[in-house]
């Protein structure tokens, strides 16, 4: 019992110092090791406990069985590994990212529904617009939608696309 207590305390500690070892360096290194089959269900107790999150950095320990470390030590078959995860900040900068990609989204929306509009119900030539962008800058329309255009204009459109 002794000698099972002091095992997975010497787990532990090399698990903590891993940990450490990671966040000194910012996530900067591979934190990985093998371990025996012995006390999985204590071992991955502890390993959910030494997890990290925070603001900055996130990491959470696996382990599997692995045929590589079996290779290397027949009484360690199982690989821990530290992996990435993502950190609060990361996490709240996704969100924010998906806030604004759904806005931006929401927006092209709406310009398509205006391209689309405009593209149906406006016809005019280079000579049209010209002719229109002169009236206005001398403010002979007042519709927002070009309800008062010159009979001129819709005729040279007209007979622009009939042609």
Not at 122 to 146: D, F, Q, R, W
Request: hydrophobic share 35%; glycine share 4%; with cysteine.
């Amino acid at each position: 019992m002794s000698s099972e207590k002091e095992q997975l305390k010497g787990f532990e500690s090399l698990v903590i110092k891993l940990k450490n070892e990671y966040a000194e360096k910012n996530g900067e290194v591979t934190c990985e090791f093998s371990t025996s089959e012995e006390m999985l269900v204590e071992k991955l107790g502890i390993l959910n406990k030494h997890s990290l999150h925070n603001n900055e950095l996130s990491a959470f320990w696996i382990m599997f069985p692995c045929n590589t470390c079996k290779g290397y030590h027949e009484d360690r078959p199982i690989h821990v590994l530290l992996q990435d995860g993502i950190s609060f900040q990361n996490q709240a900068d996704l969100s924010n990212i998906k806030v604004l990609h759904s806005k931006i989204e929401q927006q092209n929306h709406e310009l398509e529904v205006i391209k689309t509009h405009c593209e149906n119900h406006i016809s005019m030539t280079p000579e049209s617009v010209a002719e229109l962008v002169e009236l206005a800058i001398k403010g002979h329309y007042s519709s927002p939608n070009c309800g008062n255009v010159p009979d001129s204009i819709i005729e040279a459109s007209y007979l622009s696309d009939t042609k």
